[in-house]
């Protein structure tokens, strides 16, 4: 069983940067497409930004030009780094791996807390 852990989560003000980091227990970045996801209070988990094994990313609207995704699959990590943040941008925030094989798995981590207030 593959594990995702987050770390990185904080407090922070407005304006202020953040990097999150993502391990997984077993080399399995490099054969999945991983994002991170967010969900505020009372609304649903949605797509922050997602990275394919071949390295095509997809960002949400309202972080495009704010946060960036990497990866390196040698220490089985994903990370992402949010600059210019805001209140809106309060959430927990989940890693995510897809497996891209046929009947690959999709895991999560278990979240961490990001917290944007002055």
């Known amino acids: 069983q593959v594990q995702l852990v987050e770390s990185g989560g904080g407090l922070v003000q407005p304006g202020g940067s953040l990097k999150l980091s993502c391990a997984a227990s077993?080399?399995?970045?490099?054969?999945?497409?991983g994002g991170w996801y967010r969900q505020a209070p009372g609304k649903e988990r949605e797509l922050v930004v997602s990275?394919?094994?071949?390295?095509?990313?997809n960002y949400a609207d309202s972080v495009k030009g704010r946060f960036a995704i990497s990866r390196n699959n040698a220490k089985n990590m994903v990370y992402l780094q949010m600059n210019s943040l805001r209140p809106e941008d309060t959430a927990v925030y989940y890693c995510?791996?897809?497996?891209?094989?046929?009947?690959?798995?999709?895991?999560w981590g278990q979240g961490t807390q990001v917290a944007v207030s002055s």
């Open positions: 995510n791996a897809a497996v891209q094989l046929a009947g690959g798995n999709t895991y």
């Open positions: 077993q080399s399995i970045f490099r054969i999945s497409t």
């Open positions: 990275i394919t094994p071949g390295g095509t990313t």
